[in-house]
């Protein structure tokens, strides 16, 4: 590409520490570059490693062996943490964990305070991510009287206006409907044209079709990448690890690497199970 990489992923193995006898490994060996402005979805079935490796990519877990370096800098180094985080904001499948103000405004507010964001720029920024996620009208609302969808759409408000390099998506759209999905896919894609890359963890193939590349994780390996339509072409493949792709023929005529004529609307019901 040509490009500096935005995130690299050098060599990561990674086990959790469950007590002082006893470790589990979950990611082997696991190398890849994230590229400014690049669209990734990471898919593979439940346990397979995706979620710790998600959580390697702004340092909240750090790499057992390997390193990840975040525009050069190395997540294990606590001091370049807040940096690294402001670089590479994340979201997580479960938004109640993540929001914690007492007004929806206040929620976005919180991950710009101590970032040395002047005030009226603050405010700007809020009422500007609010808008893309389609909430400001429920600004002054308590976070925890939302639906999960409504949620969802805060949590990821609140790292908008971080207005990271990077937005990583930890299964965010999973509390969303149909429709919910498919209107927060929009914002991630214009995120994404003006600029922002986008690493998202998800099991639903209208937004694998969305992105530039499809990493396959599997027992902690990365076991496959392509572009979507190769990726969906591989359906034996992906059969074989337990990822049903429903129709994935019908779907890789549908993938337009540039999005172009592709509608993702047409795929809704096309999910991996
Ligand atoms: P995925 O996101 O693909 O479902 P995860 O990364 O959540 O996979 O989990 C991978 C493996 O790591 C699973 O076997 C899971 O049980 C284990 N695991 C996840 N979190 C922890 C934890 N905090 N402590 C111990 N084991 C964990």
Same mark, same amino acid.
């Given at each position: 590409m040509g490009k500096k990489p935005l995130i690299q992923v050098e060599d990561v193995s990674f086990q959790y520490l469950v007590n002082k006898d006893e470790k589990i490994p979950v990611l082997k060996n696991i190398s890849f570059n994230i590229y400014p402005g690049e669209y990734v979805a990471i898919i593979g079935h439940n346990g397979s490693? +995706?979620? &710790?490796?998600?959580?390697?990519? !702004?340092?909240?877990? *750090?790499?057992?062996?390997?390193?990840?370096?975040? !525009?050069?800098? !190395? &997540?294990?180094? *606590?001091?370049?943490?807040?940096?690294?985080?402001?670089? /590479?904001?994340?979201?997580?499948?479960?938004?109640? @964990?993540?929001?914690?103000?007492? &007004? /929806?405004?206040?929620?976005?507010?919180f991950g710009l305070e101590n970032t040395g964001v002047p005030m009226d720029e603050m405010e700007s920024r809020i009422r500007f991510a609010l808008d893309v996620v389609g909430m400001s009208e429920m600004s002054k609302r308590a976070p925890h009287h939302l639906s999960g969808g409504q949620k969802q759409r805060v949590a990821i408000a609140g790292i908008i206006a971080?207005?990271?390099?990077?937005?990583?998506?930890?299964?965010?759209?999973?509390?969303?409907d149909t429709y919910g999905r498919k209107d927060?896919? +929009?914002?991630?894609?214009?995120? @994404?044209?003006?600029?922002?890359?986008?690493?998202?963890? &998800?099991h639903h193939m209208s937004e694998v079709a969305e992105a530039d590349r499809v990493i396959v994780i599997e027992g902690g390996n990365i076991v496959l990448q392509g572009t979507p339509r190769e990726i969906f072409q591989k359906k034996a493949f992906l059969q074989n690890i337990q990822l049903d792709v429903p129709a994935a023929s019908r779907i890789a005529e549908l993938v337009h690497h540039n999005h172009a004529n592709f509608n993702p609307e047409i795929i809704h019901s096309y999910e991996i199970v």
């Open positions: 490693g +995706k979620s &710790t490796l998600s959580k390697h990519l !702004n340092g909240i877990l *750090k790499p057992s062996q390997g390193e990840v370096l975040v !525009n050069g800098m !190395n &997540t294990k180094e *606590k001091r370049l943490l807040k940096r690294i985080r402001q670089e /590479v904001g994340m979201v997580f499948q479960n938004p109640d @964990n993540q929001l914690i103000a007492t &007004t /929806v405004e206040d929620d976005v507010a971080m207005m990271p390099k990077c937005l990583v998506l930890d299964e965010a759209t999973s509390m969303l927060i896919l +929009k914002v991630i894609r214009k995120l @994404n044209d003006d600029g922002m890359a986008i690493i998202t963890v &998800t």
